[in-house]
């Protein structure tokens, strides 16, 4: 069975754009949640989707937003990406939306901001 | 609110070496625990995970206990092996409130030598 995937793998950016990325859950996951891994640190949670609605999110400013799909899918989206922004970005998902839910992670997309 | 504070690494050990990554939380109630490993390149892998206090997670010859008293959840090896460098996370997601935001702490580096 496919893990969960996520496109692309890598990006290259300049302050000012835009950016979306992909994320496609394990078959049969219904919640998907975004995190920023900056070099040297630990996961920041972003966003949780679970059932196509938000159900947390994390202390990003609303540049940062997201959206699942009815076939579980998600995007993050960035506006006006700053220096800062440059990360790995993970997408995890997880069959139920409670902590008892192993959640299981992508490979993450690298966005470089230049 | 919630966070996770891990030993700093790197931590470098020589094959057959005991391991202890040291990991205490602050939170409200009792969150359930996890580790976390992620190995070059790729995104975080589920370790083990306790979700009440005195509960032991294990996997792979690695054991982790959620000690209340402590607020500490450290994770223990007998002997590392080469394949177990990586960094590992510990994490917490509590299970008041309705919301399953998780914390991650900073991650620490394990260098195993032959």
């Known amino acids: ?114 | 609110g919630n966070s996770v504070t891990q030993m700093e690494g790197p931590v470098t050990l020589s094959e057959e070496a005991f391991l202890t990554i040291n990991c205490t939380y602050t939170a409200t109630g009792y969150p359930s625990l996890f580790w976390y490993v992620q190995y070059p390149g790729e995104g975080l892998q589920l370790l083990l995970k306790a979700t009440k206090a005195d509960d032991k997670g294990s996997n792979k010859g690695f054991e982790a206990t959620y000690r209340k008293e402590t607020t500490s959840f450290h994770l223990e090896k007998g002997s590392v092996q080469v394949s177990d460098s990586a960094v590992y996370f510990c994490a917490l997601i509590p299970l008041s409130g309705g919301s399953y935001i998780p914390t991650f702490g900073r991650g620490t580096s394990l260098i195993v030598h032959p």
């Open chain 1, 1 to 114: 069975d496919a893990g969960v995937t996520q496109s692309p793998t890598h990006l290259i950016k300049t302050r000012g754009q835009h950016v979306t990325l992909r994320c496609s859950p394990i078959s049969g996951h219904k919640s998907v949640s975004w995190y920023q891994q900056v070099l040297g640190q630990g996961p920041q949670f972003i966003f949780q989707y679970y059932e196509k609605e938000e159900r947390g999110r994390g202390n990003f400013p609303d540049r940062f937003s997201a959206r699942q799909f009815p076939n579980y899918s998600s995007e993050l989206n960035v506006n006006a990406l700053l220096l800062g922004d440059s990360a790995l970005y993970l997408c995890a998902s997880s069959f139920g939306q409670s902590s008892y839910n192993e959640q299981f992670f992508g490979p993450g997309t690298r966005l470089t901001v230049l």
